[in-house]
Protein backbone atom coordinates (compact mmCIF):
# COMPACT_ATOMS: atom_id res chain seq x y z
CA UNK A 1 0.00 0.00 0.00
CA UNK A 2 1.48 3.26 -1.16
CA UNK A 3 1.96 6.00 1.29
CA UNK A 4 -1.17 8.10 0.02
CA UNK A 5 -3.48 5.51 0.23
CA UNK A 6 -2.38 4.77 3.92
CA UNK A 7 -3.19 8.71 4.64
CA UNK A 8 -6.60 8.67 2.73
CA UNK A 9 -7.57 5.34 4.59
CA UNK A 10 -6.70 6.91 8.03
CA UNK A 11 -8.32 10.12 7.21
CA UNK A 12 -11.69 8.18 6.38
CA UNK A 13 -11.60 6.94 9.76
CA UNK A 14 -11.15 10.49 11.39
CA UNK A 15 -14.25 12.16 13.06
CA UNK A 16 -16.05 15.02 11.22
CA UNK A 17 -13.48 17.21 14.30
CA UNK A 18 -10.32 15.85 13.18
CA UNK A 19 -11.34 16.04 9.38
CA UNK A 20 -11.81 19.92 9.40
CA UNK A 21 -8.99 20.55 11.70
CA UNK A 22 -6.76 18.25 8.31
CA UNK A 23 -8.31 20.11 5.82
CA UNK A 24 -7.54 23.35 7.10
CA UNK A 25 -4.41 22.51 7.62
CA UNK A 26 -4.17 21.39 4.16
CA UNK A 27 -5.73 24.53 2.63
CA UNK A 28 -2.53 26.42 4.33
CA UNK A 29 -0.15 23.81 3.10
CA UNK A 30 -1.28 24.41 -0.26
CA UNK A 31 -1.40 28.67 0.45
CA UNK A 32 2.18 27.73 1.54
CA UNK A 33 3.45 26.37 -1.08
CA UNK A 34 1.64 28.42 -3.79
CA UNK A 35 3.28 31.81 -2.15
CA UNK A 36 6.66 29.67 -2.23
CA UNK A 37 6.32 28.94 -5.77
CA UNK A 38 5.18 32.42 -6.94
CA UNK A 39 8.15 33.85 -4.94
CA UNK A 40 10.42 31.53 -7.14
CA UNK A 41 8.72 32.10 -10.10
CA UNK A 42 8.95 35.96 -9.37
CA UNK A 43 12.99 35.58 -8.81
CA UNK A 44 13.86 33.74 -11.81
CA UNK A 45 11.60 36.78 -13.92
CA UNK A 46 8.87 34.58 -15.05
CA UNK A 47 6.49 36.93 -13.94
CA UNK A 48 8.05 40.20 -15.78
CA UNK A 49 5.26 39.56 -18.31
CA UNK A 50 2.62 40.71 -16.17
CA UNK A 51 4.98 43.78 -15.42
CA UNK A 52 4.86 44.44 -19.19
CA UNK A 53 1.32 43.80 -19.56
CA UNK A 54 0.70 46.36 -16.75
CA UNK A 55 2.42 49.22 -18.50
CA UNK A 56 0.83 48.58 -21.77
CA UNK A 57 -2.38 48.69 -20.04
CA UNK A 58 -1.16 51.88 -18.20
CA UNK A 59 -0.40 52.98 -21.77
CA UNK A 60 -3.39 52.50 -23.54
CA UNK A 61 -5.44 54.22 -20.38
CA UNK A 62 -7.18 50.56 -19.49
CA UNK A 63 -6.24 50.62 -15.86
CA UNK A 64 -8.91 52.18 -13.17
CA UNK A 65 -8.06 53.78 -10.04
CA UNK A 66 -8.25 51.30 -7.46
CA UNK A 67 -10.55 54.03 -5.37
CA UNK A 68 -12.66 54.13 -8.31
CA UNK A 69 -13.70 50.01 -8.30
CA UNK A 70 -16.64 49.76 -5.42
CA UNK A 71 -15.72 47.52 -2.74
CA UNK A 72 -18.30 44.80 -3.34
CA UNK A 73 -15.60 43.76 -6.29
CA UNK A 74 -12.64 43.94 -4.31
CA UNK A 75 -13.62 42.07 -1.15
CA UNK A 76 -12.59 38.49 -0.90
CA UNK A 77 -9.96 36.35 -1.90
CA UNK A 78 -10.03 36.29 -5.84
CA UNK A 79 -10.02 32.27 -7.56
CA UNK A 80 -6.79 31.57 -8.83
CA UNK A 81 -6.54 30.79 -12.10
CA UNK A 82 -3.30 28.50 -12.53
CA UNK A 83 -3.61 28.08 -16.25
CA UNK A 84 -2.28 31.68 -16.87
CA UNK A 85 0.50 31.27 -15.02
CA UNK A 86 3.83 30.57 -17.01
CA UNK A 87 5.21 26.97 -17.13
Given at each position: M???E??E??????S???????????????Q?????????D??A??LD???????E??????L?D????PS?Q?????????S????
Amino acid sequence: MSRVEEIELAIQELSAEEFARIAQRVHELEQERWDEEMDRDASAGKLDFLIEEAEEDRLRGRLKDAAAIPSSQTSGTPARDKSRRPA
